[in-house]
């Protein structure tokens, strides 16, 4: 089942019969996000933080399951959206992260065949002068590069993420891929990642 499907199926600004049926609908956003949008939190932050972070998402979101508006954004929009927020709460350490990761390269320990492929940029496994760069982004710029290379949102998904113009997404993206780009030339693959948003 999709997130849109999903989004579909749930009615969260209604009343429902029961606090278990709004427990079971949640659950099910749950078992079909909770992947993802880790994966994501893991490649910004890395992995010993994406815990805590993922936790306080979903704690988040079914706080708010109320006022979730499924015609504002899908559910998987809104969830990318917390997260995107807590994780911009945690700025600081992910630049903190990435400066340190610029001047000592990634973790010797290589990580094994399962993580490498569903982390296919994280924290751990950058470059030194891609995290560098990417730290050196505003982090505004920052979020909206990152949620089409790491996430794959569409510029809609991303407007509606971050609560920002249509157009705003798109110079955001711009002035974060020419600004890479200056630093590290075109052969860069998260620019092509991005490209493609």
Do not use: C
Not at 75 to 95: M, P, Q, S
Not at 164 to 179: C, E, M
């Amino acid at each position: 089942m999709t997130g849109e499907s999903i989004a579909a199926a749930l009615t969260w600004g209604a009343r429902a019969p029961g606090e278990a049926l709004d427990a079971e609908r949640f659950a099910a956003v749950f078992d079909a996000h909770f992947g993802e949008i880790h994966s994501y939190v893991a490649q910004r932050l890395g992995a010993d933080a994406a815990e805590d972070i993922v936790a306080e998402t979903f704690l988040t979101a079914f706080r708010k399951r109320r006022q979730y508006d499924p015609a504002r954004a899908g559910v998987r929009a809104w969830l990318y959206g917390i997260a995107t927020n807590l994780i911009g709460k945690h700025r600081r350490l992910e630049a903190r992260t990435l400066r340190a990761l610029g001047r000592y390269g990634p973790d010797a320990d290589a990580p094994g065949h399962e993580e490498t492929v569903a982390v296919r940029v994280s924290a751990q496994s950058l470059r030194a002068d891609l995290a560098v760069a990417l730290a050196s982004l505003d982090r505004r710029d920052r979020d909206v590069l990152l949620l089409v290379a790491l996430a794959g949102l569409s510029h809609d998904e991303i407007a509606t993420v971050l609560g920002i113009p249509y157009g705003t997404v798109g110079s955001r993206l711009s002035r974060a891929r020419r600004k890479l780009r200056d630093l590290l030339g075109d052969t860069n693959p998260m620019l092509a990642e991005a490209d493609h948003g």
